[in-house]
């Protein structure tokens, strides 16, 4: 079986798998989720392969589902996604065809809408047709649609040497079961419900004559699922959509809110909480945020810590979730195929037939090396916000555990460095994770085990962090160790990785010991911790803000003069929106205040391109007047942490930070986005109270204030 890349597709695979006809752009596909389900389909409402369909648990239950009228494709009018991402609508006409009874019918008589909806494992769909047309007509409506049950790595391209058996089309007056025996020994089903007998049905087309009166409609309810439905009809859609509406709403609650003075701003951010919310699952163990659809709609371990760093301000519930999936998830044993070794914390978890046969190891994976480092800091960081240490001394088994393997794994060179312990795992594993991603100034791969840049600066802070809560504890002996495990991480990054000769920081040391002598946007992820000494730093962010780097939308992963840069690149050259955030963090740390508002404005700009929605990358093409941000073409969308950037950068420009332990709001040197006068966040969870707090322009100068309400409740400390 050929090598999958987990978080890339090979983009000679990725755009052979396009339809050429009909490209399959991520921006102009519509995703809904609820659960462990999600649906992709066109503007049209149709799924017809390549990346889209209707997936449940990590199967293709449903790879073609197509409309027609009079046998041909409709005409698009327009589709759209209801503001909480639980409804998918669009709106079609009729091409020229003719009724059933051969009388011509004009394009644009018959408008018809479909609307679609997920909830408990279910499709549901309302199709409505309405003539508006002086003339009765009766109309041939054909719905098409078959299931591959292909599991999602298939979908993504990789292939298998032997599947289960899928059987015949089971067919009754107003219903088809599709069935699909696993060699994993799961039967996977997919029961497509009608709430009229159809006139023809058949294992792949259903055919309706439906007669529409002038200036009437007749509505059409369709299900899909995992089971046959009692009758598809109006009160079971009502209710589904009622119900899932609910639960979205109950999501969106969670946390602090943002209103600003710009009507478009709001859009974005109120589209983005929405998509945090869409991607967000209720687990046993709590909230969790899934990656993204349609490659990754499951539980990362990088992924989900960073998207609850980037909420965390906001929202510190989906921390605790986070944490406490990981924390019961962390790997007890070693394990060459599954990459794991006791104490590490997961790369990602699956449910497919492919990692249940072992045909690959994502089953559960633990084949990356920064997850483990960033668990503990998000634990740390929790705590700083909220000053629930009951949470973390229920947690501080898994902590310690965790502590103990990062130690582990840089106890033979002094950093945490990854070399794969099986083939068919990960050959890189930080979060450039791509097979080209690590490389020396000459184009040489470098041969393992390999430092990232990163990964140091993410154990420093977890040390760091692990040793103030252990002098909160009274374990003053262990704090006192990870103080100097700390300290030794900063001084040997500052002593190996820094480069005189181009005053940035090296991507990699390799197993040589051989720096790779790139610039990458890895280095700003150190500004984010908070390692480098102030000259390096501020080296480092003139060289991250200069045009090498920074396209204009957003910044670039890879310096424009690096020998593998390349804009239409999975992760050398492109625009990564969480990336951006990260370094805008770290700008911000270091006082480059001013320089984050300009890269929340480009991101910003990019979203509104975008429909106000950010891919999970997109090019990195330098900006020129006139001209939109040009998107990657196999990118997830949504995608959580590409969201959450919104909310990380927002807190940059605000220099916001709450005390969890002493109660009290901090802000620094605030500054409002581009053509925002006024912000406010409401909601605002501190400690057990809730404020509301206001950013307003007061010539050039921002203030911030509580409500009146509040004043005196919350201690505010503001440093302009």
């Keep these: ?136 007509s009766t109309i041939s409506v054909s719905l098409h649609y078959s299931a591959d049950f292909r599991d999602m790595f298939e979908v993504r391209g990789s292939t298998r040497l032997k599947r289960g058996l899928a059987h015949a089309a089971e067919t009754n007056a107003t219903s088809v079961l599709l069935r699909y025996d696993g060699l994993d020994g799961l039967a996977r089903l997919s029961a497509i419900s009608f709430s009229q ?168 994976y633990y084949g990356g090396v920064d997850t483990t480092p960033l668990y503990i800091y998000l634990a740390c960081a929790y705590a700083d916000r909220t000053g629930d240490m009951a949470f973390i001394d229920g947690l501080w088994p898994s902590l310690c555990a965790a502590a103990e393997w990062t130690e582990e794994a840089g106890r033979e060179t002094g950093f945490v460095t990854y070399q794969r312990a099986a083939e068919s795992g990960l050959a890189n594993q930080g979060w450039k994770d791509s097979f080209d991603s690590v490389f020396h100034a000459d184009g040489r791969i470098p041969k393992g085990p390999i430092a990232l840049v990163e990964v140091q600066g993410y154990v420093f802070a977890a040390f760091r962090g692990l040793a103030a809560l252990a002098r909160r ?116 740390r270091y006082g480059e205040r001013e320089s984050v508002v300009r890269l929340m404005s480009g991101t910003f700009e990019s979203a509104v391109h975008f429909n106000m929605r950010l891919p999970e990358l997109f090019c990195g093409f330098t900006r020129a007047p006139g001209e939109a941000p040009i998107a990657y073409p196999v990118a997830c969308l949504p995608q959580a942490w590409s969201a959450g950037s919104a909310f990380m950068l927002m807190q940059a420009c605000l220099g916001l930070e709450i005390d969890g332990w002493e109660g009290e709001i901090r802000v620094g040197r605030p500054r409002l986005p581009i053509g925002i006068d006024t912000l406010t966040l409401r909601h605002l969870g501190v400690g057990d109270r809730v404020v509301d707090l206001t950013f307003q322009r007061v010539g050039d100068r921002v203030v911030a204030f509580l409500a009146d309400r509040h004043e005196g409740l919350v201690p505010l400390i503001v440093r302009t």
């Design 473 to 588: 504890r009274g374990e003053n002996d262990r704090a006192d160790h990870w103080d100097d495990r700390a300290e030794a991480m900063r001084v040997a990054v500052e002593r190996d990785f820094w480069l005189d000769d181009l005053g940035f920081y090296a991507l990699a040391i390799d197993g040589a010991g051989e720096p790779c002598k790139v610039r990458t946007s890895n280095a700003g992820h150190l500004l984010f911790v908070g390692l480098p000494e102030p000259a390096r730093a501020q080296m480092v962010a003139d060289q991250l803000l200069s045009a090498s780097f920074h396209s204009g939308w957003g910044l670039r992963t890879l310096a424009d003069d690096a020998v593998f840069f390349n804009p239409m690149s999975y992760h050398n050259g492109s625009i990564w929106p969480h990336d951006t955030a990260l370094c805008g963090a770290g700008l911000a």
């Design 197 to 364: 007998a159809p006139d023809q049905l058949s294992a792949n087309r259903a055919d309706f004559l439906i007669a529409v009166t002038k200036r009437s409609r007749k509505v059409l309810y369709v299900e899909v699922g995992p089971e046959v439905a009692d009758k598809p009809d109006r009160d079971r859609f009502r209710a589904a959509a009622a119900r899932a509406r609910f639960g979205m709403r109950a999501k969106r609650r969670h946390g602090a809110t943002v209103r600003s003075s710009g009507r478009v701003f709001n859009d974005w951010v109120e589209r983005a909480r929405a998509d945090v919310a869409l991607l967000t699952t209720e687990l046993a163990t709590g909230p969790y945020p899934y990656a993204g659809i349609p490659w990754f709609s499951t539980a990362f371990g990088r992924d989900g810590v960073i998207s609850a760093l980037q909420m965390l301000w906001l929202n510190p519930g989906l921390a605790r979730g986070v944490l406490a999936f990981l924390a019961q998830h962390q790997a007890t044993e070693t394990s060459p195929f599954s990459d794991s070794q006791p104490g590490k914390i997961m790369h990602e978890t699956r449910k497919g037939e492919m990692v249940a046969l072992r045909e690959l190891p994502f089953g559960r």
């Design 1 to 136: 079986m050929a090598q999958l890349d987990e978080r890339q597709l090979d983009p000679a695979v990725a755009l052979a798998s396009l339809d050429a006809t009909a490209p399959r752009e991520p921006h102009r596909l519509f995703a809904l989720k609820q659960g462990d389900c999600f649906a992709v389909a066109d503007a049209y409402g149709d799924i017809r392969g390549a990346g889209d369909g209707f997936f449940r648990d990590d199967t293709r239950v449903l790879s073609e589902f197509r409309l027609t009228v009079g046998g041909r494709q409709t005409s698009l009018l327009g589709a759209s996604l209801s503001q909480d991402n639980v409804l998918f609508t669009t709106n079609l006409t009729n091409l020229p065809i003719q009724s059933a009874g051969g009388r011509d019918i004009p394009q644009g008589a018959i408008h018809i809408e479909r609307v679609r909806l997920l909830w408990q494992d279910r499709l549901f769909e309302r199709i409505t047709l309405s003539n508006y047309s002086r003339e009765h």
